[in-house]
């Protein structure tokens, strides 16, 4: 088992990667480590990660990166858990470039949508961080779910009334 990922890590992972990957290509953090790069939490178990277009070389360097820094890597984002919405990449946060790589924290409402549909209690809190920090806006976010409806007989593994619930709570939460 490696150790949790801080912030100092994250930072070196993000340079080394770009370092040791020759294509060019975009990354996109997600998860836990968009909670670090924004200060809402300390650590981070894994750091999630969409490559998109996948740069030449990277499977080869994350191979070696996860044991030199001791970090744990996985290729995960929102929209392999629910529907992408459309127009992510766009509201995709630049973060940095390193070497030929550009570093995104993903779409923020994906990122909301999926930690509602998820409701772990660490996941809620990153939603109302995301929400204090201005990255997304209930009544957006109620807009997103409506554009992903329809998609989600394509997720069986979701309940979409119980999904819905979720979203619509938090939407309508005065706090």
Same mark, same amino acid.
């Given at each position: 088992?490696?150790?949790?990922?801080?912030?100092?890590?994250?930072?070196?992972?993000?340079?080394?990667?770009?370092?040791?990957?020759? +294509?060019?290509?975009?990354?996109?953090?997600?998860? +836990?480590?968009?909670?670090?790069?924004?200060?809402?939490?300390?650590?981070?178990?894994?750091?999630?990660?969409?490559? !998109?277009?996948?740069?030449?070389?990277?499977?080869?360097?994350?191979?070696?990166?996860? &044991?030199?820094?001791?970090?744990?890597?996985?290729?995960?984002?929102?929209?392999?858990?629910?529907?992408?919405?459309? +127009?992510?990449?766009?509201? $995709?946060?630049?973060?940095?470039?390193?070497?030929?790589? &550009?570093?995104?924290?993903?779409?923020?409402? +994906?990122?909301? #949508? =999926?930690?509602?549909?998820?409701?772990? &209690?660490? !996941?809620?809190?990153?939603?109302? $961080? #995301?929400?204090?920090?201005?990255?997304?806006?209930?009544?957006?976010?109620?807009?997103?779910?409506?554009?992903?409806?329809?998609?989600?007989?394509?997720?069986?593994?979701?309940?979409?009334? =119980?999904?819905?619930?979720?979203?619509?709570?938090?939407? &309508?939460?005065? $706090?």
């Amino acid at each position: 088992m490696r150790a949790e990922t801080d912030l100092a890590k994250l930072k070196a992972f993000m340079i080394a990667l770009g370092k040791r990957v020759p +294509g060019a290509g975009r990354i996109y953090l997600t998860g +836990g480590a968009t909670a670090v790069l924004h200060g809402w939490r300390p650590m981070t178990i894994d750091i999630d990660l969409k490559p !998109d277009p996948e740069p030449l070389g990277l499977f080869e360097a994350l191979a070696i990166l996860k &044991d030199q820094l001791d970090i744990n890597v996985e290729l995960a984002c929102p929209d392999q858990f629910i529907p992408a919405i459309p +127009g992510w990449r766009e509201r $995709s946060i630049f973060i940095a470039r390193h070497g030929l790589l &550009d570093f995104f924290h993903y779409d923020p409402y +994906g990122q909301a #949508m =999926s930690k509602l549909q998820r409701r772990h &209690d660490r !996941d809620l809190l990153d939603v109302c $961080s #995301m929400l204090r920090a201005k990255l997304i806006a209930k009544d957006r976010l109620r807009e997103m779910f409506t554009l992903i409806k329809p998609q989600l007989i394509r997720y069986p593994a979701i309940d979409p009334g =119980s999904f819905e619930a979720a979203v619509l709570r938090f939407c &309508d939460d005065k $706090s």
